[in-house]
């Protein structure tokens, strides 16, 4: 299985830059890196992937180390929208996907 | 372009009996992904169907098994419940068979065994 290492929980001051980590040791060469995000009691939503080169959108931006065993997802200014529970997953060609328990951002006024 | 939805929102069970979840994919997204969640747990893989075929499983037992209708839509069923079957189910829809693109999840459904 696919697995991947986050820190449980983490808060953030509102304005601020969320930095949430996330180890991936054992990625091969053609999986991607992927977060993810769930509110309390919604499906799963999909923030950013990448390969090996840093990747930005509006939500987020993903910055992936060069030996591509960890990543850091940033949300440059936190929102209390932002308070939910974060995945840091990999997979591609035929892996599957595998969700580890995350890391619970609370956003806090 | 519509999400994707499942029904029921809500269901209780008891040991024993059997379910049906359905999951609607988004539009144009060929490949359906099914999860269980457990409360304080995050997503639990149980199988992917790309066009119509099962093309991955997770370490889920055979009771649970599911299909995918031409239109991509899609049942999960799980039959002899288990009190541990209790749980939010998710289904994700994509595009493609590998698992090289994001998923879009719907809202879930939530499922209680008594």
């Known amino acids: 299985d696919a697995k991947t290492t986050q820190p449980p929980s983490m808060d953030c001051a509102e304005g601020r830059a969320a930095n949430l980590p996330c180890n991936h040791s054992?990625?091969?060469?053609?999986?991607?890196v992927y977060w993810y995000r769930q509110i309390h009691s919604q499906g799963p939503q999909y923030i950013i992937h990448?390969?090996?080169n840093n990747e930005t959108n509006e939500m987020a931006s993903l910055i992936i180390t060069e030996d591509r065993k960890s990543s850091t997802l940033i949300l440059p200014h936190a929102t209390l929208r932002d308070t939910a529970v974060y995945y840091c997953?990999?997979?591609?060609?035929?892996?599957?996907?595998?969700f580890g328990i995350g890391t619970k951002l609370q956003v806090i006024p | 372009e519509t999400g994707v939805t499942q029904s029921p929102t809500h269901l209780i069970k008891t040991r024993g009996q059997q379910v049906t979840l359905r999951c609607s994919s988004q539009?144009?997204?060929?490949?359906v992904s099914w999860y269980q969640q457990a409360l304080g747990q995050g997503p639990q893989f149980i199988f992917q169907?790309?066009?119509?075929?099962?093309?991955g499983r997770g370490n889920f037992p055979p009771r649970f098994s599911g299909l995918q209708f031409p239109n991509y839509s899609s049942e999960l069923n799980v039959n002899a419940l288990e009190l541990d079957d209790s749980a939010l189910y998710l289904c994700?829809?994509?595009?493609?068979?590998?698992?090289?693109?994001?998923?879009?999840f719907g809202p879930g459904t939530r499922l209680t065994v008594l």
């Open positions: 994700a829809s994509s595009f493609g068979e590998l698992s090289y693109n994001e998923q879009f």
């Open positions: 054992t990625i091969s060469g053609n999986e991607y």
């Open positions: 990448g390969l090996k």
């Open positions: 997953i990999y997979s591609g060609g035929y892996q599957k996907v595998t």
């Open positions: 539009s144009g997204h060929n490949t």
């Open positions: 169907y790309y066009r119509e075929e099962e093309n």
